[in-house]
């Protein structure tokens, strides 16, 4: 099993910037790719940013220019640098990673329990 733990989330004003870090740990896997996900009250989860172990990148529109993800592919971790902040970008940010188990031959989607961001004056 793989476990996927996040840090960085706190509050911010607009136009202030944030660093996210996600590690993923456990036996026996390889990561595919990583990536964020976030949810705004009453709207459902969308991709934010993506990243393949192939450090082929994925944003969505409305963060192009501002964000930047990356990986560390030795390591096992994903950051999500954060850049300009708005307060639409208020959500619980939540990483995700597609995770193949060299012990069983498989692959499976894993997810963090989310870390909160909050851009407010």
């Known amino acids: 099993q793989v476990q996927l733990v996040e840090s960085g989330g706190g509050l911010v004003q607009p136009g202030g910037s944030l660093r996210l870090s996600c590690a993923a740990s456990?036996?026996?896997?390889?990561?595919?790719?990583m990536g964020w996900y976030r949810q705004a009250p009453g709207k459902e989860r969308e991709l934010v940013a993506l990243i393949t172990s192939g450090s082929t990148t994925t944003y969505v529109e409305s963060v192009k220019g501002r964000f930047t993800i990356s990986m560390d592919n030795a390591k096992n971790t994903v950051d999500l640098q954060m850049n300009s902040l708005r307060p639409e970008d208020t959500a619980i940010y939540y990483c995700?990673?597609?995770?193949?188990?060299?012990?069983?031959?498989?692959?499976?989607?894993?997810w963090g329990q989310g870390t909160q961001v909050t851009v407010s004056s």
């Open positions: 456990g036996r026996d896997f390889r990561v595919t790719s």
């Open positions: 995700n990673a597609v995770v193949w188990s060299t012990a069983w031959g498989r692959s499976y989607i894993d």
